[in-house]
């Protein structure tokens, strides 16, 4: 335990300071500051947000980072991270961060050998190598990475098999026991997840459970996985009637503009998703009115850039023909002009939400940014 | 021609301030504000200098940057870079600029069909198509691009052939005539190249045709490609001798630091290179006892930076064992991080190096800098 936090105990007080129907401004105290809500956490995958310094990250605007507990576990080690210092000073980044458990990409990337009640075998993607995962594994490792805001371990099903959804949620809510009985650190805020798949009742006996376990925060997991978007939002009010209101919410791997709206709409605090960034790798780009592909032959001589009054970076000095130009190269500096772009749309409107909940008008706000992206015939960025 | 310039003519000043030995320290006056001599310009290929924004670029201490004329003649075509306003504005840049005159390219890139007096006709390196240059066409291409120094249209024969040197040297005299013909914009500086291998006899002859064409500017090409360091200082020592001292001096395509300061000793004020980020991107860094590879394993728990006394960002912030991990990881962070010390380390010389000849103790400066790099039985970076 560092001497600071000797001298500053941080407790992860969550302070509501707005609500708007179910939308709510909030503000989460961490180790390594406070971070107001809404808000949207940029992924770190392999402790680096693709293509971008830490420093430009801090220019658009990013407070929180995620990076992943089994990239890291796996490469360069969790160990190797610890003795030099944790993933803060490893990776340069001196605000707040949050890890995963683990369990998501154990699931979607690790060939799956065994799951039991005890833990996950699975074989490393780098490598082939055979690997576990278990509770007590995620959190040491979690320990040794040192963020903030640490996740439960968890299993997420295939959101429309039942049955698998209610074993998955039942393995969930044990390891999350297992979890708050491993954790050691007292400077680090563990988070439980929900699990149930599509199923109303499934999810709210699942919240009803994490809820009770008290913790400092609360996140929805297995979503974004392939459920429509109804499904999703309908989810997200079961869960939203459950979960303590006096502790953030925070729903996993989302999104895009719309789904950070219709999240903050149902009650959410924090979202992650690496969206922007691979976005941004794939020549892709948000705008108010859209999705739009930069690389398409009729930006080749626009000397617009990609959105009008736009005050990233990117749009500040680069023009639609010059971002063309660097995709048709193939010149690494495309990735990162366009995810500066993605990530300031993100957390600008992260923080335009937040502006609009405390001046009460959150709901027209959302109405006007909704509109415009699902305005028919309208092309984007036009 | 901008209103601008109509506003303050410049009429491209070279401004000796010191001289120590041969080494000379001036101001060179342009259109987008004054060059510090002696000065390195990294190379933006195709509009950009690869993995690094211009405001990364402002930070490392950048000032001339060179863009190469056969690459953007190409692609993106240099007629749609003046209808974006030209290259300072195309790439978001609005300091001093350079563009060779595509021959170095033409001769290494393009599969050559055929050199004549007139010009040289030549396959595209991307599509393979037909394409020519000629003195004329350079100079119009590179007027479309609007860089503040031009080069002219030049033949770099391989080093040690004396005939084809012979003949490539008398092509090249004639060839920067018609480009001081074809030149219209006032704005821009043409700057002549010397050529003949490595053949003090014609090197002599060719820097004596060059100089008597009274350019703003004076450059030896033909070098770093493939001869040894003492050819290349034998050609520096019989040239300097030869080009006007009230003019500026640039040795095309170098290098390395130690080059930098071989270079400057031997009254060069201008260099170039794609060597800082094409190493970078090959995981090696400049360091004050040599070069060194991160990659490698005994770097993995590596706590220090780079160099310890480094001021760049990337010494300023991250270890060696998280730019390895950058690096194994296959992260595009690891390109931008490693360019950034690169070009870091040449401008921050080249600014000492300056210093050093004001103060008139440039010989001690170079002698400590080449012993450090030299000095055998020292693993670099230790």
């Known amino acids: 335990m560092s001497t600071k936090l000797d001298r500053n105990p941080v407790n992860f007080q969550f302070q509501l300071l707005a609500q708007d129907n179910r939308a709510r401004a909030g503000i989460f105290s961490t180790p390594h500051g406070e971070l107001p809500t809404p808000i949207f956490a940029p992924?770190?995958?392999?402790?680096?947000?693709?293509?971008?310094?830490?420093?430009?990250?801090?220019?658009?605007?990013?407070?929180?980072?995620?990076?992943?507990?089994?990239?890291?576990?796996?490469?360069?080690?969790?160990?190797?991270?610890?003795?030099?210092?944790?993933?803060?000073?490893?990776?340069g980044w001196s605000n707040p961060m949050l890890t995963d458990s683990g369990g998501f990409q154990v699931f979607s990337?690790?060939?799956?050998?065994?799951?039991?009640?005890?833990?996950?075998?699975?074989?490393?993607h780098?490598?082939?190598?055979?690997?576990?995962?278990?509770?007590?594994?995620?959190?040491?490792?979690?320990?040794?990475?040192?963020?903030?805001?640490?996740?439960?371990?968890?299993?997420?099903?295939?959101?429309?098999?039942?049955?698998?959804?209610?074993?998955?949620?039942?393995?969930?809510?044990?390891?999350?026991?297992?979890?708050?009985?491993?954790?050691?650190?007292?400077?680090?805020?563990?988070?439980?997840?929900?699990?149930?798949?599509?199923?109303?009742?499934?999810?709210?006996?699942?919240?009803?459970?994490?809820?009770?376990?008290?913790?400092?925060?609360?996140?929805?997991?297995?979503?974004?996985?392939g459920e429509t978007k109804a499904e999703m939002h309908q989810i997200l009010e079961v869960v939203d009637r459950i979960l303590p209101e006096d502790k953030p919410r925070y729903l996993m791997g989302v999104g895009t503009p719309e789904d950070l709206?219709?999240?903050?709409?149902?009650?959410?605090?924090?979202?992650?998703?690496?969206?922007?960034?691979?976005?941004?790798?794939?020549?892709?780009?948000?705008?108010?009115?859209?999705?739009?592909?930069?690389?398409?032959?009729?930006?080749?001589?626009?000397?617009?850039p990609i959105e009008q009054d736009c005050a990233c970076y990117t749009c500040q000095h680069f023009s639609r023909a010059y971002l063309r130009h660097l995709i048709i190269a193939k010149e690494m500096l495309a990735g990162t002009l366009l995810s500066i772009h993605n990530l300031y749309t993100l957390l600008k409107l992260a923080s335009?939400?937040?502006e609009a909940i405390i001046q009460g008008n959150f709901e027209s706000f959302s109405q006007n940014y909704l509109y415009k992206i699902y305005k028919p015939d309208q092309e984007p960025g036009s």
């Open 109 to 124: 990337l690790g060939g799956i050998n065994q799951i039991d009640d005890d833990g996950v075998t699975f074989k490393s």
């Open 352 to 354: 335009d939400m937040r």
């Open 261 to 304: 709206i219709n999240g903050v709409m149902r009650g959410v605090d924090i979202f992650d998703c690496v969206l922007p960034t691979r976005l941004a790798r794939h020549k892709a780009v948000f705008t108010a009115t859209g999705r739009m592909n930069i690389s398409k032959a009729v930006y080749a001589h626009d000397e617009r």
């Open 126 to 225: 780098i490598d082939g190598s055979s690997q576990r995962l278990s509770p007590e594994k995620s959190i040491a490792i979690q320990e040794n990475l040192g963020a903030d805001i640490i996740m439960a371990f968890d299993e997420c099903a295939e959101p429309y098999d039942r049955v698998y959804n209610q074993l998955a949620m039942a393995r969930t809510h044990a390891w999350a026991q297992r979890c708050i009985d491993a954790k050691t650190r007292t400077d680090q805020a563990l988070f439980g997840i929900v699990q149930g798949g599509i199923f109303p009742d499934l999810r709210k006996q699942s919240a009803e459970y994490i809820a009770a376990l008290n913790l400092p925060g609360n996140a929805i997991g297995g979503l974004s996985v």
């Open 43 to 91: 992924v770190g995958t392999q402790a680096t947000v693709k293509s971008i310094t830490p420093a430009q990250l801090q220019e658009v605007g990013a407070n929180l980072i995620l990076a992943n507990t089994y990239h890291l576990y796996l490469r360069p080690g969790d160990e190797l991270i610890a003795e030099m210092g944790g993933l803060h000073q490893f990776m």
